[in-house]
């Protein structure tokens, strides 16, 4: 099975910082990753798919980039909403699996 | 707009069997694969299983914690994705979400849109 690492597990940032995700696969899995937030008591939302590609209706401020095994989540100018629990997945093969989520929290 | 509805969960002891449903809107239903993940109590997510569409044989997947006990099925003529779960354990405990699966670069990614959830509480 691949094993999705996310970095670091948690982290706190101010209004209007930009911050960066990192999301590691135990083997190369192509651009088969996706990106996810979820804010607390919701359903997780679809923020990338394919590594960089934006779901439609997500601000350009999220942004996706990597390959291979080594893959980012950039957050431009936080805002309070964005204040969350990201995730990343693979679909490269089954089982698909998640990271173990980065928790952004408000400084 | 696109709605996954899930049903089904609540309180099961261990060992027993609960059936979950998602009722899809919104979009071709059958067009797309399917998925189902869960969430423990203040854990991260899981994907357990999915169930490809009819042009792909209505074959599925499914995660290592399940095999064996949960079946995914779906209903085209009815928009509807089903989740059988027998011989539940105590750490099946979660909310259970449905999630359409869309396609990108020849795979299919879980996710687009998800469902609210349904609560499974596997206790005696």
């Known amino acids: 099975d691949i094993q999705m690492t996310q970095s670091p597990s948690s982290l706190s940032a101010s209004v209007g910082d930009r911050i960066t995700i990192t999301c590691r696969a135990s083997q190369g899995i192509g651009n088969y990753l996706a990106w996810f937030q979820q804010r607390p008591g919701k359903a997780p939302k679809s923020l990338i798919y394919g590594a960089s590609s934006l779901q439609s209706g997500v601000p350009s401020k999220f942004s996706g980039s990597g390959s291979g095994t080594d893959f980012t989540l950039t957050i431009n100018n936080l805002q309070p909403e964005d204040f969350a629990t990201y995730y990343c997945?693979?679909?490269?093969?089954?089982?698909?699996?998640f990271g173990g989520g980065t928790k952004v929290e408000i400084k | 707009e696109v709605q996954l509805v899930e049903s089904g969960g609540g309180l099961v002891q261990p060992g027993g069997s609960l059936r979950l449903s998602c009722a899809a809107s919104?979009?071709?239903?059958?067009?797309?694969?399917m998925d189902w993940v869960r969430q423990a109590p203040g854990k991260g997510l899981e994907w357990v299983g999915r169930?490809?569409?009819?042009?792909?044989?209505?074959?599925?997947e499914y995660a290592a914690s399940v095999k064996g006990r949960f079946t995914v099925s779906r209903d085209d003529s009815n928009n509807s994705l089903h989740l059988q779960m027998n011989s539940l354990k105590i750490e099946d405990t979660a909310v259970y979400y449905c999630a359409r699966g869309d396609s990108s670069g020849g795979s299919w990614y879980s996710g687009a849109y998800w469902g609210q959830g349904t609560l499974v509480t596997v206790s005696s």
């Open positions: 169930i490809r569409r009819k042009a792909n044989g209505y074959t599925t």
């Open positions: 997945q693979h679909y490269k093969s089954y089982p698909l699996t």
């Open positions: 919104g979009f071709t239903f059958s067009d797309h694969y």
